[in-house]
Structures are given as structure tokens and as C-alpha cells.
């Protein structure tokens, strides 16, 4: 969406923001300020869905200079150092940890925080010599990302593998409470130690993370890969130039019925987005000169040859409730088997298009952009009317076990990222091998990413990203926050009510 | 009357009455379990929180007058129950004289079976529960085999103990793990209105099976507490991987008559942790204090 000289004006006297913020809001009006239709070539059609709410920019702003996710190559950075940096290989943990903390200084995004910031226990497990004290310096480590990277898209990994460097990770995430990094573990049944994940699966009720992603299935998928962000699975070395999402609900609502938006509606909305994503790549890398000026892309940390880009999706739910309501049955996305079929037809239509398009700098993914569960975002009114990638809206939810099945069956079309949680009361906290059973049927069942937290806490997860809910109280009452994802939450909440997901007791 | 409850009850073996299932249980045994809740109890215990498994529906009729939202009907002289309707306002079983609900269903082994099937990706086992499963013994040890011969899926008894092993020994047989109640050594009589049971005899017989998950002992005041726990922890001094659940006696949810009768029977915190300390010394590996 284009901004305004008065967006400047508002963010320069905001009393909510914090220096930090006000800098990066007005750093993202200032891109959103130049008129995408000359410097990108946008066309009117194209313009008009960003208008009516059907596509939705993120607000990733139209004088590009990044792309939107970054995914270093930080084992070579662990190998070579960095010349750029004059930073040498480290030779042990201390400079390990603070080679890390100066290159996370400079690894753009849409954030201008990283989105990812490494497969931490590999990187960190060689280094381990003292336990007692090692586990103080990992500490603090991950305590100073929190406090610098102020932004909870900010993710690390760790798995599948169980090793020291991952327990005690596990552990100090426990003992922190920190939202930021976010994290997976990279979770393979006939790879990962059990005691390890279900230690994992502990801290995931405790503190909402790590949460787990199907290893086998995104390795199929797309290779050597990372999960950054929220959940989203990049190629490493690379990341994605761009997202743009559709809202489906909105889309839908524009229709009377399920041929006019499978046929007609659905295939315009999308060639429109794909065109736009076409051109945003193009400028990014044929006239913003990131890739030249960039010592990250100099020193192959990472390679142009690895990116893509992503095509998200918002709204399934509410888009086959329309439908559904215009066909006079009294059903509901979640709870029909009908829906599902309309679901499934409304994902295949796009898979096709999206598929058949020849994207462009993309050859790492063959020439595809990849679609994606998008988990939301709170820019418009609309946002009211689009739940989440393929979710069920919150209050709608099914008993546990058919909304497991119900919703495993949509994750096979997101090949960058899609992922569920579910809420689960304090009995589980004695029993997290069940919430193991459950993540493994989940696993077998073609799920993606699964991921949890026990009701009650402080931090949770809000849809791909963790917030603390008192943070977001600060936000409710006016008061400025140290992070922007707090604010962000507090806003999605309002909409999406994400603190009253139904918690999960006795399989209901 | 006696025809009629051999139609509904635990004769049938294909058949048997439920009075629930839960989906997904983290209580009922390890991990995520698919747990079934049989109608009928051959014990009577003076603090039973789920006292409609008890008995069997006469078809009295008294329960429809209550339900606020009509889930209940009469067809042929029967209760007709409607889940849709319901609420689980539990205003039915409440009222019903015969320690019934009228919310049972009668199964066979494959309707269960399909919806365990259904479920077998997220659940590591099943777990037969009451009521009291013995009762339905011809049918667990059916729906057991068809579970064993499809799935890998464990398969438990959560029993009350006052069975006759030497009647039920293709069941013990073929259950995976068994866990059950040692009510009282001496006051089972008082306490649950049972005679001639054996549940140390079949105690002891379990555990050198290695087929004993759990063993529970609900303490409540002037029912030999003491002797209970420090008879059943003896026997499992010798069994690292039993665990050992000592209950505090509550009254949460229960009818005003069951609380009149144990209001003065619940132990103080200070007795129970005097109970896991007893249980420790004996040797007991595993204790749980559920408070």
C-alpha cells in the first residue's frame, strides 16, 4: 500500500514508538512513498486488487533495496570469516558467539532484522568444552539477541540431530522466556533422539518454542533448506526476494459462486500478483544493485542463484464459507467434509497457476515460485476477514483429533512454509511423550510444522511469531514496547482474538 | 428385568455398552491415548467420582423430565438419546436412581475399532476403562486381537482389582499393561461393597508378568491407609518401572450424599505426604502424589 507525507509526520511525533521503531517505519514509508507504477511498471489492473484488498503487499514498500528474506551460508562464515568484517575464523566459543552477534549486525531484511540467524547447535556444539561455563556464555548470547534483534521474526534452528550445544539451548530458552530468536527443531523421527525432542516438546509447552518442522518431507521438498521467519523454509545460501499473499475471504466475497471464482476471479487475482512479483524481482536485482554492493553476495555467504520467491495465501477458511453460504448449506469451513472438497479445488486452482508461471531469477526452485501459508497481518479492514494460510478461524475450532486431521491435509500445497498450533491445558506439561505422539501422527500424516504452547503462559505464539501477552497489555495501554512484533500482536489479537484458541484438554 | 439387562449389558460379546470415549487421553496410561469408558461396575466405592458407570439404564424414564434442552426421548418405552441436543449439563445422570446415564452407547467391536483406526496415527495405544472392563471381558479380549492383528498400538486394562484371575486369564494374556486400584488390604467391604475379592493375589500375579503400568491407592481416612500403602509398596520394591499413585480423597463434583459420607474422611497434606514418605522407605521407585 503507498504511504503518505502525513504517515511521516505521524510517526515522527508518535508517543507509542521507540527511537529504533520510528527509524524503521519511516525507512518503509519512504519506499512506500514512490509510485509503484512508474518505477516498477505496476499495471492499473494490478493496482486496483492492491486497492480492493484482494492482494495484499505486506507493505513491503516499492523502491526495493533487499530482499525480503535473507538466508546466510553462516557455516562458511564459521570457515572463512569475513574480509568485508575483517573478521577471522573463530577459535573458540567466545569468538564464535561474537563473530555471530557482528554478523547478525548486518544481515538485512524486511525487518532489517535476520530472519534467520543459524542452525545454532551445529555452529556452536565443535566449541563446547566446559559445560558449566559454556552454558553461561550460550546464555547470554541468546539473551543479547533478544535484547538487540527487537523483532521475534528473528529464527534459529537447531536439530535433528541431539547434541550438548542443542540441550543446552533448550534448556537456556526455558530459563530466558525470551521472545526472540524464534526456533525449530528440524525434527526426523529415525534421526532425532527421543529424550531430545521430548525435551524440546517440554520447552515448546514452557516457552512456545522450539517448534517442529518435518525434515524428511521439506528436504524432499526443496533440499538444502533453513526455516526462518515465522516458519517459512528457504533455500540456504539465498532466502526469498519477496511475499505478497492473497486474500482469499476478500477474493471470494467479490463472487457468487464457486466456478466464477475458479475460473474467472482466481486465475485473474493471481496472474496479477505473479506479474507483480515478476516485476519486484527484476528491479531488486537488475536495478537496485543489492547483489553488487552487498559483501554477503562478494563473499558468497550467499548466492543470487539461490533465492526465490514466495506466493502466500490467506483467507482459505472464510473463502469457503462464502461459498458454502452462497450454495445454501449450513456447514462450516473446519466441520465439512464438503468444505474440504471446495478447499482443496480453491488450492489446486492455484497450484496450477502458480506452477505453470515462469517466475523469474528463480532457477534454484525451477523456475517456480512457491506457495505459502502466510500466517496473517493486521494492515487493513479486511485482515478482520481472513484467518490465517488455510486455518480455522479461532472460535470455530473442531475437537483436537478432527481438527488435527482436517488440517493436515492442506499442508501438501505449501512448499515455503505452513504450519498449525495447537494450545494445550497444564495437564500435558506431565505428559509431553503425548504431545510427542501427537506431533509424530502429525509428521506421518504429511504435516509440515506443528507447534504448541500450554495455556497460561506469558509467551505465546501468536501465528508464526512469539510475544509476551504482557507486552502486548503495554501495547493495549498506550505505552511504548521494546519490540515491534509486540505491537503487531496486539493487533492481530484484537482481530483474530489469538489468545482465545481453545485449549485442549481430554481430546476436545 | 433380567432379560432385558442381559440385552444391555455385559452378556453381549460383540457387543458392549460405552458410556465414553476420549479421543486423545494424557491420563490414561503413556502418551496420547485412545481411552474407552464402559458402563457397569461390580464395586460400589463409597468415593467414586463417576458413580453413572455404575449401573445399567431401566429405562425408568425419570431422566427425560430433567434434561433442559430435550436431548432425551422416549421411543417404544426406551430413552432415546440425542447428542446433538446435549449440552452435558450431566442434569440426566444426576437424577437417575440407577447409578446409569442414559448417554451410553451400545457398540460392537468394529465401530470401536474404526475410530480407533481413524485415530492411530497420533495415539500410541488404547486404554479399556469403566465402569469396570472385566465386566466386558469376552469383548475387550475381541476388540484387543482385532487391534493387535491391525495396528501396533499397546493395549491397557485400568482396572478396579476385584476380578477372578483364574477366569479372565486369555484377557491378561493378551493386555499389554494393566493398571489398577488396591482400594484397602481390610476395609474393601466398607469401602467399595465388595466380597471375596483378591486384588493383592491378583496384584502380585500381574507384577510377575511384568504386565503392571500403575498401581492406585485413593487414601482416605479410617480405611487402613497405612497397611495399604505399605502392603502394595513392599510388593513393588522389586518393580523400578511401576508407578505408584497415591490419591488425596476429594469431593469435586460428587452427589451430597457421597460428600456426607467422606467429609470427614479427607487426609490433610501433611498425611499424605507421611503416605509418598512410607511409600519411599518400603522401596517404591516411582511415587505420585495427586493432591
Known sequence: MKSTLEDIINTAVSDKLTYQQKLFNLANIAERLVDPKKILGYSE???????????CDLNEGYAIYRPRYIVPDYMAFLKHGCRFLDIRPPEDLEELLDNLLILYHHVPSITSFPVFIGRLDLMIDPFINDEKYDYIRIKRFLNHIDKTITDSFCHA????????????????????????????????????????SQKAAEACLKVSKPSFSNEKMYYQDMGEHEIVSCYNALPSAGGAYTLPRLRLGTIAHSTSSLDELLNDKLPDVSEAMLSMMDKRIKFLVEKSNFFESSFLADEELIKKENFTAMFGIVGLAEAVNHILNMENKDEQFGLSSYGDEIAHKIMKKIQTIVNEHEGVYAERTNGRYLLH????????????FNTPAHRIPVGDEPPLPKHLKQAGQFHKYFESGTGDLFAFDQTYIKKPQAVMDIINGAMDTGYRYITTYLENTDLIRVTGYLIKKSEAQKVTDGKAVLRDTAIMGEGTNQNARVFERKIRRNGL | MQEYLKEKSAVMDCK??????????????????????????????????????????????????????????????????????????????????????????????NELYDQIQSYKPFIRGITVSGGEPFLNHNFVIKLFKKVKKESNLSCFVDTNGFFDKDEMLELIDITDQFMLDIKSIHKVQEL??????????????????????????????????????????????????????????????????????????????????QMRALALKKGVHKVECIL
Open chain 1, 373 to 384: 501459508g502466510q500466517v496473517g497481518a493486521n494492515l487493513c479492514h479486511e485482515d478482520n
Open chain 1, 45 to 55: 489492473k494490478e493496482m486496483a486488487y492492491i486497492e480492493k484488498d484482494m492482494i
Open chain 2, 16 to 109: 458392549a455398552i460405552v458410556n465414553k470415549i476420549i479421543h486423545f487421553s494424557n491420563v490414561d496410561g503413556p502418551g496420547n491415548r485412545f481411552a474407552v469408558f464402559f458402563q457397569g461396575c461390580n464395586a460400589r466405592c463409597i468415593y467414586c467420582h463417576n458413580p453413572e458407570t455404575i449401573g445399567y439404564c431401566m429405562d425408568c424414564l425419570e431422566c427425560l423430565e430433567v434434561c433442559p434442552q430435550n436431548a432425551l426421548s422416549c421411543v417404544n418405552g426406551k430413552v432415546k438419546y440425542n447428542e446433538q441436543l446435549c449440552i452435558s449439563c450431566d442434569a440426566c445422570i444426576h437424577k437417575c436412581p440407577y447409578h446409569a446415564s442414559p448417554r451410553t452407547k451400545i457398540m460392537t467391536v
Open chain 2, 192 to 273: 467399595c461393597g465388595v466380597e471375596n475379592s483378591h486384588p493383592i493375589e491378583n496384584l502380585e500375579y500381574l507384577l510377575k508378568k511384568s504386565k503392571v503400568y500403575e498401581v492406585r491407592t485413593v487414601i482416605i481416612e479410617g480405611m487402613d491407609a497405612e497397611e495399604t500403602v505399605a502392603t502394595v509398596s513392599s510388593m513393588l520394591k522389586d518393580y523400578p518401572d511401576v508407578n505408584y499413585k497415591l490419591i488425596k480423597v476429594h469431593t469435586t463434583g460428587m452427589s451430597g450424599s457421597r460428600k456426607e459420607m467422606i467429609k470427614n474422611k479427607i487426609p490433610d497434606n501433611i498425611k499424605m505426604d
Open chain 1, 157 to 196: 534452528d537447531i536439530g535433528p540431530k541431539a547434541t550438548r550445544a542443542g540441550e543446552m539451548i533448550l534448556k537456556a530458552i526455558m530459563e530466558l522466556e525470551n521472545p526472540t530468536p524464534n526456533m525449530t527443531l528440524r525434527y526426523d523421527k529415525d534421526i532425532t533422539d527421543p529424550d531430545f
